[in-house]
């Protein structure tokens, strides 16, 4: 019987069955993958700290800046001055250098396509919480495997749409739940290092249901995961995929870097050719593995997602501020036990900067 329970931090997990769960993995990884990090991403000692230094150098508040803007340098992050994050915390650049391999300025340019993406399309990227996009977690049209890969990467598995219509949930609502769950693997030291893969599950999907994908919102999504996501997208695998699909994707080629063609593949229902990628012990029955585990229960997932609801309302603090002289500053603050989130939003804001030092967080 599949449970949320709470470990000895009081974070909770999902006990999926003996053996197998899934929670938010926020601790540092193993010699192993640092031994991984250092060979793929350049993560020495050396590089750390000097990719650090010099992202903070292309961040920081200049000396020529407004007084608004040296008061808050501490906090925030304004070398453009709409763009405010919070410089101090290595968890929060190393987000950004990881999947750069170290590169001050490719993680800088990283950062600022982020941002301006939740700016371009607020549709889909404003106030993205857990709490609001239930539905496809729910329908288990956005689900985790219990186990990594044998690489160590995150198994994102997106199906459970043969019976999908937009009355049971919106395309906007879909791509706002995928975010809200590589979110929180991007917060995790294990998937910066070892990023993820894809699995998109095709059973039984019909081609009026693929006409409500129109081509905007197609090639938003590319934008989004080719050029603006930090996150390592190590292989995204099509499984019972129709051959309408296949005439469709021929559209969308042209718009596909040359890694990420290289990183699709198309196993229509040849599951024998998916586990050449993946191991077996890995995978579910129904994707050609053994693992001995029944599929997530999505209302589970769902709602061990709204147990990190506040590290959302942190993370949605950041961004571009379109009008600085009404910005509110948030008081942010470390929690240390109790809590799912590393930083926590205190409610009661200051609205201004003039009136009263808000709050600084805690480096790790």
Known sequence: MQVKKYDEHERPYLEICEGYKIRIEYEEVT?????????????????????????????????????????????????????????????????????????????????NRYYKFKIKYPKYCDNVMPNTVKRPFEHNTVNFQPKRDQHGRRILILSGAKDWTPEKFSLNELFRAIQVALELAMLEPMTQINGCIVIFDMTGITFSQLQYCSIPFALML????????????????????????????????????HKMKNRIFFHRNNMKRLLKHVSPDCLRPNFGGHMPCEEVDGKLLSDLFDECVEEFEVLNCYGYKEDKKSMKIPNIVQVTKGSTAKYVLVKDVIDGAENKTPEIPINF
């Open 31 to 111: 010699a192993e993958y640092k031994e991984k990090a250092e060979i793929e991403l350049r993560e020495t000692p050396e590089n750390v700290s000097k990719g650090l230094e010099e992202l903070r150098e292309l961040l920081m508040v200049d000396e020529n800046k407004s007084f608004i803007h040296k008061f808050l340098e501490y906090f925030y992050i304004a070398a453009d001055e709409h763009l405010f994050v919070p410089y101090e915390r290595d968890d929060f650049l190393l987000k950004y250098l990881r999947p750069t391999k170290f590169y001050a300025k490719s993680a800088y340019d990283l950062m």
């Open 222 to 257: 590319l934008e989004w995961i080719q050029h603006c996501a930090p996150l390592r997208l190590k292989a995204f695998h099509v499984v019972h995929n129709p051959s309408f699909f296949n005439m469709i994707f021929k559209f969308l080629k042209p718009f596909l870097g």
